[in-house]
């Protein structure tokens, strides 16, 4: 009974995703920027449901540095390659659209030789696990300019870049437990520790596109 509701969540998360994906060109700034962090949530929630959907599997979903760790059994360079295996090993049952922002060409397609870097607006934390805390930011927009968890700290804008490959005046985080934020504007200015109620701990890699 359980493993069915956990399916029926997938199932709802990846139409409501999909309707997401559809109003991308849509719409304000800040409203991409809802749509973007609202995607961010669903694929945090995926990746949990199917972290704790077989409790045989002690392996985790989420990307691990030490591929023995990781249901894959290989060690993930970077989030395309990632959500490459996520999608062609069923963890998540939609097509490259899921991980697409605005302003990028839009995969819609299951086929992992045609999803690209240019393609992916995520990047995706390593060895995220039953021991990392809720401050941990574990998904974000790839114009967040860290290559690991300890560098979340000074004011945002440090941090952010503006690329042409995703088109928004923001980012957006996804922390562990399922939290999300929209920064944009002033709040740039502000420190990560101002806006997300305390500074990120730990040291954790991050796999970018």
Not at 10 to 24: A, P
Not at 175 to 192: C, F, K, P, Y
Request: some cysteine; glycine content about 8%.
């Amino acid at each position: 009974m359980a493993k069915r509701i956990i399916k029926w969540l997938v199932i709802v998360l990846i139409v409501g995703t999909i309707l997401l994906c559809f109003f991308f060109r849509n719409g304000t700034h800040q409203g991409r920027l809802t749509r973007v962090m609202s995607m961010g949530r669903n694929l945090y929630v995926t990746l949990w449901v199917r972290s704790i959907m077989d409790p045989s599997e002690p392996r985790s979903a989420w990307p691990q540095t030490d591929g023995k760790r990781h249901q894959s059994g290989i060690a993930h360079q970077t989030s395309t390659e990632f959500f490459k295996w996520a999608v062609t090993s069923d963890v998540m049952g939609f097509d490259f659209s899921f991980f697409t922002g605005p302003g990028m060409a839009v995969n819609n397609t299951q086929i992992p030789d045609t999803f690209t870097a240019d393609q992916n607006a995520w990047c995706i934390v390593a060895n995220v696990d039953t021991n990392t805390t809720e401050s941990m930011p574990v998904l974000f927009t790839r114009n967040i300019a860290v290559t690991n968890t300890s560098e979340f700290t000074g004011p945002i804008r440090n941090s952010f870049t503006i690329t042409p490959k995703l088109k928004l005046n923001g980012v957006v985080v996804v922390m562990n437990g399922g939290a999300s934020w929209v920064i944009s504007g002033d709040l740039l200015d502000r420190t990560w520790e101002e806006v997300l109620g305390s500074r990120p701990k730990g040291d954790h890699p991050v796999l970018r596109p």
